[in-house]
């Protein structure tokens, strides 16, 4: 089983809508969570860390379920600018640790 | 400020050849990751500096990897004796501190290696 397993992609959606990820991760002992976003032939960068208790930036939702290994990401009135890879992250510990990533779901909006 | 550089930015070398690979970390980063990205697979962690402990190499596929990272600044990922299966992407990053609730990696730009 993969330490990290996403939705396989690409989402294929218009703009304005509603779309999720899911991600779950094998390693109990996981303490860290985030969202990356990878723009095509460019860098991860920071979308979101993920807390038990739920987290809004904007459009963006992000939801943990630690008893079912399970991280979730909302994207909501998706705009053209959404359109990336979404990279679903853990680590071992809170502090320094190395990153744990999935493969990632693509998402395109269109107009 | 400035971001995490990588050098050179694409690298052809023939099979067999080593490579040297260079990072940049935002100064005054302590802590310095190397990961590596391939077609289609998601990152993988390679090796790990943090100030001056020893580094975490538990990521290096072979012994044919090695990093080193001087004055606690910038690091050099060499690759010996390349094969085809080490073309991929490898992507260096950076962190500061880190603080409760906030913790993020910097990621440079990458170096496309392609072994021939």
């Known amino acids: 089983r993969k330490e990290v397993e996403q939705d396989p992609g690409p989402f294929n959606v218009p703009e304005g809508a509603t779309v999720a990820f899911n991600c779950t991760y094998s390693?109990?002992?996981?303490?860290?969570f985030f969202w990356y976003r990878q723009d095509c032939r460019k860098e991860p960068k920071l979308l979101m860390s993920v807390y038990s208790s739920g987290n809004e930036d904007g459009r963006f939702t992000a939801q943990l379920n630690r008893a079912s290994q399970y991280i979730s990401l909302l994207i909501r009135d998706s705009k053209l600018s959404d359109s990336a890879t979404y990279l679903c992250?853990?680590?071992?510990?809170?502090?320094?640790?190395?990153?744990?990533f999935g493969k990632g779901t693509m998402l395109l909006v269109s107009p | 400020g400035a971001g995490v550089s990588q050098s050179p930015s694409n690298k052809v070398t023939e099979k067999g050849k080593d490579v040297e690979l260079r990072c940049d970390p935002i100064s005054g980063h302590t802590a310095l990751y190397w990961y590596r990205q391939s077609l289609g697979q998601g990152l993988e962690f390679l090796i790990y500096f943090q100030g001056n402990s020893a580094p975490d190499k538990s990521g290096l596929p072979s012994d044919r990897f090695s990093a080193e990272r001087t004055g606690g600044s910038v690091s050099t990922l060499t690759i010996q004796r390349t094969q085809q299966e080490d073309s991929a992407v490898y992507l260096c990053?950076?962190?500061?501190?880190?603080?409760?609730?906030?913790?993020?990696?910097?990621f440079g730009p990458g170096t496309r290696l392609t072994v021939t």
């Open positions: 992250v853990v680590s071992l510990s809170s502090g320094y640790s190395t990153l744990t």
């Open positions: 990053a950076s962190s500061p501190i880190w603080k409760a609730g906030v913790y993020e990696q910097y």
């Open positions: 390693n109990s002992a996981s303490q860290s």
